[in-house]
């Protein structure tokens, strides 16, 4: 029977009412969350710095920002994957940098190592790693490939925290490591960016360019309060449809802007991201559990594959990838939301067409075809914690009719 009321977004972290209560209690009774929330992180994937900024792009933004005056301003391209989440290309941008892209295996979605090959060091200030969906990319073929050349490696884990590859965490990798607590990654706090480096010379050039940042202002403060309760209520499937029908969190939206600010963190928000940072491994085994499911579950065949991790990559799932024929695809994607199901095309095309960048791209020679499959191909579904056994038996029903066409539920 299909609950007409139950929606299972398509990503995020269920915060309960102690959450909330908890959270208050420890804005109350400790002055300095936010250090406590910071040295957890750098404690817990064992990293000696760590920054926290407004949010992932703003990371991304300041780290490009300090490799490159690092570099004394010599090397002006980044390479990133011709298929990622469209704040990478925008943080590139934003910090006067040129968007190289190098092309990706839709098997993987990890760069096709070909493309990496070639790269000439002289231009190339940095290679970001975007880990999607929690899958970690081959940070130790990567970081050997770019330091090879002379080229920086920024690990960036956004959708990556508490997965590890080469038994290193996600985000330690390269030269620097990006986290961020934006609501539909692996944990959160409304808002949020991590920088990471082992690496003294970084760490004094990250300071540098975080030490000037504006304060975070009481509106955005009152603001990511509001959210923060919103989001809360919301996010359980009972509540979903809602905000689902209301564009009001920009929850599976995906747009290309630079207009976000580089800024502190919001030290209100410490208390719930450290409260739920402290449950990483729960989080993420429950993730990794529902991932394992739909893998015994889904009907694989000619017109569904799986996305295969990496041998000693373990990942974190934020989301559960696959790669369906490019006639079914929005098909699935329409079937899957009608029951209730948040799946998701994720990011709307490759970047070599996001409009806003057509005049501004840099391509390997191989091209971008691998990414533009991906494009064509890919389905997420959902991994968190409010997704059930039925929910997940729904989805391969789902997606068998639409590919089989024999509805077994
Ligand atoms: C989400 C994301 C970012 C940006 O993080 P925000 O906190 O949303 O600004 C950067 N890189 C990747 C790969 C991401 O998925």
Redesign the pocket.
């Known amino acids: 029977m299909m609950d007409a009321f139950r929606f299972v977004p398509p990503a995020g972290t269920p915060i309960s009412v102690a959450d909330l209560l908890g959270s208050i209690g420890a804005a109350l009774i400790s002055a300095d969350t936010l250090m406590q929330f910071k040295e957890a992180v750098r404690v817990r994937v064992g990293v000696r710095y760590c920054d926290f900024v407004s ?3 703003a990371g ?1 933004t300041l780290a490009l920002l300090a490799l490159k005056a690092l570099d004394g301003g010599k090397r002006d391209e980044v390479v990133i994957p011709a298929y ?2 469209f ?2 290309p925008s943080s590139v941008i934003k910090a006067g940098l040129k968007v190289r892209l190098a092309d990706v295996n839709p098997t993987t979605l990890d760069f096709v190592p070909s493309a990496l090959e070639k790269l000439d060091g002289s231009r190339v200030l940095a290679v970001v790693a ?1 880990n999607l969906y929690g899958l970690p990319s081959d940070l130790p073929s990567i970081t050997r490939l770019a330091h090879d050349r002379g080229i920086y490696v920024v690990d ?1 884990a ?2 990556c925290l508490g997965g590890q590859v080469g038994g290193r965490p996600s985000g330690t990798w390269g030269d620097v490591g ?1 986290y ?1 607590f ?1 609501k539909g ?1 692996n944990v959160t706090s409304i ?1 949020g ?1 991590v920088l990471l480096t082992n690496s003294d010379q970084v760490a004094e050039a990250i300071a540098r360019q975080v030490q000037v940042l504006p304060k975070c202002r009481m509106s955005e403060s009152a603001s990511h309060l509001a959210k923060l309760l919103v989001y809360a209520a919301m996010l359980h499937p009972r509540a979903y449809w809602l905000p689902n029908s209301l564009p009001f969190l920009g929850l599976g939206t995906t747009a290309y802007r630079t207009d976000y600010p580089l800024a502190q963190y919001d030290s209100w928000m410490a208390p719930v991201g450290h409260r739920l940072f402290a449950r990483l491994d729960a989080i993420t085994a429950q993730r990794r559990a529902n991932a394992d499911r739909l893998k015994q579950l889904l009907p694989w065949g000619p017109l569904l594959d799986p996305v295969l991790p990496g041998l000693d990559a373990v990942p974190a799932y934020l989301r559960y990838p696959v790669l369906i024929d490019p006639d079914y695809r929005d098909a699935v994607v329409a079937a899957l939301k009608a029951h209730g199901i948040g799946a998701s095309a994720s990011y709307p095309t490759a970047i070599i067409d996001v409009p806003e960048l057509s005049e501004q791209l840099r391509c390997e020679e191989g091209g971008t075809r691998g990414g533009q499959a991906v494009a064509r191909r890919i389905v997420t579904l959902p991994t968190h914690g409010y997704v059930t056994a039925r929910d997940q038996e729904r989805m391969a029903a789902v997606v068998s009719a639409v590919l089989v066409g024999e509805r077994r539920k």
């Open positions: 949010t992932g792009r991304l990622t989440c704040s990478v975007t960036d956004a959708q990006i961020s934006d990654k808002d960016g």
